[in-house]
């Protein structure tokens, strides 16, 4: 991709006035786990719903892929369901969480099932929330406008997203999310509004779009669809929503915030689809999840270019920076911290702060594993969720029904090894089993187990009342 010198101007001052932002705060020879977790707890509204929504949109290339190759089907499966499990999320489970005065997810399965519990819950979590896809998002944008290796990519995409936050952890991060959400929403306006001045408008766009690019579908089965509206379940088990509403100085601004960030998410995932149904006839990329960049090249003059790709650059990083955090907090502070009894009176931040080198490393590995973004994304949720989400439900709204320790491991564990099974089967082309996504059989599971728990809990109770 070439770039004139305005454009990498405009990149080079984005990255130093962002590392200024992020980097220099005033310093102290102790900062607590709360203050470099949770921001002490005193987290505003308006500082709630730029971080949430700056933070939601990493995975930005795949957006313009998707986009690209099956149309509105974008937003049915990437927008919609996470606006319904957010507004489950502020009614519901906002206000609990806060009154918890937990720093993380982890902790929760520790105190309702045990500290071994906490850990197993730790490790699936952090998988979950890997940074790695949007590493690998932010590689792949760098070796397409630079041209350098991918490995070289991958390790400045980590260098670059996270060194500000050793410093000032959730402090940092909020501080560069005023700066990246302006830039994500002003750059694809910007994009848009070329496009359709050298072209149609977007009603006439889509009215000239084929068949299966106004499909909901997007040509694809409806079990698969399916499957990514559960995957929006993730929403109830987000480390990142339980952090920033546990970060708040009181329960209404999370409720609040999760709300009008609905109304900014709706608005940028209508930009998004719109500008990548333009691509979608503007351009033929070889590959699809360059469509946004090869869009912005293609409409937008030298300068507004590199205004466009500093968005690009932004939207990613303030996933990456967010997503880097809250797993270097699971694998320092609720893995080895909770592991090593030598260091369980320590102030665990120096831990997490060696969890954010431990996290780009294997971040950059699992970006080589799975090299796609939207598969990344896709795999790590149809195994993963089903072993998460109803035991973190239970342990959060919390009743009378009794779990020893080996069922709540097993409630854990189970889910996620049919569904891996079923991954690997499929994988593998065995049967008809290949036409079962892994999820369902997972989910499955932990429903069955659940009702087994409860079953077995009433037994007991008239057993010995």
Same mark, same amino acid.
């Given at each position: 991709m070439n770039v004139s010198n305005y454009d990498i101007i405009i990149i080079i001052i984005y990255f130093v006035f =962002?590392?200024?932002? &992020? !980097? !220099?705060?005033?310093?102290?020879?102790?900062?607590?786990?709360?203050d470099y977790i949770v921001y002490g707890r005193k987290l505003s509204l308006p500082g709630f719903v730029i971080t949430l929504v700056s933070t939601w949109y990493?995975? %930005? /290339?795949?957006i313009g892929e998707n986009t690209y190759l099956y149309g509105i089907q974008? #937003?049915? %499966?990437?927008?919609?369901?996470?606006?319904?499990?957010?507004i489950v999320y502020a009614l519901w489970l906002s206000k609990i969480i806060w009154k918890k005065n937990i720093l993380s997810i982890p902790d929760i399965f520790r105190t309702r099932y045990g500290n071994e519990i906490g850990i197993i819950s730790a490790f699936f979590i952090f998988f979950l929330s890997s940074p790695a896809p949007y590493i690998l998002s =932010? &590689?792949?944008?760098?070796?397409? %406008?630079?041209?350098i290796k991918l490995i070289w990519c991958l390790l400045i995409a980590s260098i670059f997203s996270t060194i500000y936050v050793w410093k000032g952890g959730l402090s940092s991060i909020i501080k560069t999310d005023y700066l990246q959400l302006i830039l994500m929403f002003s750059g694809f306006? %910007?994009?848009? &509004?070329f496009s359709w001045h050298n072209s149609v408008s977007p009603l006439g766009l889509f009215k000239s779009l084929p068949a299966t690019h106004q499909d909901p579908l997007g040509g694809n089965s409806l079990q698969y669809v399916l499957v990514w509206f559960f995957i929006a379940i993730w929403t109830i088990i987000d480390p990142n929503f339980f952090q920033r509403c546990t970060a708040v100085k009181n329960p209404e601004i999370a409720k609040k915030g999760l709300l009008i960030s609905i109304c900014f998410w709706f608005l940028f995932d209508a930009m998004t689809v719109t500008a990548g149904l333009y691509a979608y006839i503007y351009t033929v990329p070889e590959n699809p999840l360059m469509a946004y960049p090869l869009l912005g090249l293609e409409v937008l003059p030298p300068g507004f270019l590199g205004y466009f790709l500093v968005s690009l650059f932004a939207i990613i990083m303030s996933t990456i920076d967010s997503m880097s955090f809250v797993n270097a907090i699971t694998i320092g502070r609720d893995i080895i911290w909770r592991l090593r009894k030598k260091d369980s009176k320590k102030n665990p931040v120096f831990l997490i702060k060696k969890g954010l080198i431990a996290v780009a490393i294997l971040s950059i590995v699992l970006s080589i594993l799975i090299p796609s973004v939207v598969k990344m994304l896709y795999t790590l949720g149809s195994l993963i969720i089903p072993g998460l989400i109803l035991p973190f439900i239970h342990a959060l709204i919390g009743n009378n029904m009794?779990?020893?320790?080996?069922?709540?491991? =097993? #409630? /854990?564990c189970v889910p996620v090894a049919i569904s891996l099974l079923?991954?690997?089967?499929?994988?593998?082309?065995? &049967?008809?089993? =290949?036409?079962?996504e892994p999820f369902y059989p997972g989910m499955a599971t932990s429903i069955l187990i659940y009702f087994y728990l409860k079953i077995s809990s009433g037994s007991e109770k008239l057993?010995?009342?």
């Amino acid at each position: 991709m070439n770039v004139s010198n305005y454009d990498i101007i405009i990149i080079i001052i984005y990255f130093v006035f =962002l590392f200024t932002i &992020g !980097f !220099f705060r005033r310093s102290k020879n102790h900062i607590s786990q709360k203050d470099y977790i949770v921001y002490g707890r005193k987290l505003s509204l308006p500082g709630f719903v730029i971080t949430l929504v700056s933070t939601w949109y990493g995975a %930005i /290339l795949g957006i313009g892929e998707n986009t690209y190759l099956y149309g509105i089907q974008t #937003w049915f %499966i990437f927008a919609f369901p996470y606006y319904m499990f957010a507004i489950v999320y502020a009614l519901w489970l906002s206000k609990i969480i806060w009154k918890k005065n937990i720093l993380s997810i982890p902790d929760i399965f520790r105190t309702r099932y045990g500290n071994e519990i906490g850990i197993i819950s730790a490790f699936f979590i952090f998988f979950l929330s890997s940074p790695a896809p949007y590493i690998l998002s =932010l &590689g792949v944008l760098f070796n397409f %406008i630079f041209n350098i290796k991918l490995i070289w990519c991958l390790l400045i995409a980590s260098i670059f997203s996270t060194i500000y936050v050793w410093k000032g952890g959730l402090s940092s991060i909020i501080k560069t999310d005023y700066l990246q959400l302006i830039l994500m929403f002003s750059g694809f306006l %910007i994009l848009i &509004g070329f496009s359709w001045h050298n072209s149609v408008s977007p009603l006439g766009l889509f009215k000239s779009l084929p068949a299966t690019h106004q499909d909901p579908l997007g040509g694809n089965s409806l079990q698969y669809v399916l499957v990514w509206f559960f995957i929006a379940i993730w929403t109830i088990i987000d480390p990142n929503f339980f952090q920033r509403c546990t970060a708040v100085k009181n329960p209404e601004i999370a409720k609040k915030g999760l709300l009008i960030s609905i109304c900014f998410w709706f608005l940028f995932d209508a930009m998004t689809v719109t500008a990548g149904l333009y691509a979608y006839i503007y351009t033929v990329p070889e590959n699809p999840l360059m469509a946004y960049p090869l869009l912005g090249l293609e409409v937008l003059p030298p300068g507004f270019l590199g205004y466009f790709l500093v968005s690009l650059f932004a939207i990613i990083m303030s996933t990456i920076d967010s997503m880097s955090f809250v797993n270097a907090i699971t694998i320092g502070r609720d893995i080895i911290w909770r592991l090593r009894k030598k260091d369980s009176k320590k102030n665990p931040v120096f831990l997490i702060k060696k969890g954010l080198i431990a996290v780009a490393i294997l971040s950059i590995v699992l970006s080589i594993l799975i090299p796609s973004v939207v598969k990344m994304l896709y795999t790590l949720g149809s195994l993963i969720i089903p072993g998460l989400i109803l035991p973190f439900i239970h342990a959060l709204i919390g009743n009378n029904m009794r779990i020893t320790k080996v069922n709540a491991i =097993l #409630w /854990l564990c189970v889910p996620v090894a049919i569904s891996l099974l079923f991954f690997i089967m499929s994988t593998l082309d065995v &049967g008809k089993l =290949l036409n079962i996504e892994p999820f369902y059989p997972g989910m499955a599971t932990s429903i069955l187990i659940y009702f087994y728990l409860k079953i077995s809990s009433g037994s007991e109770k008239l057993i010995n009342p």
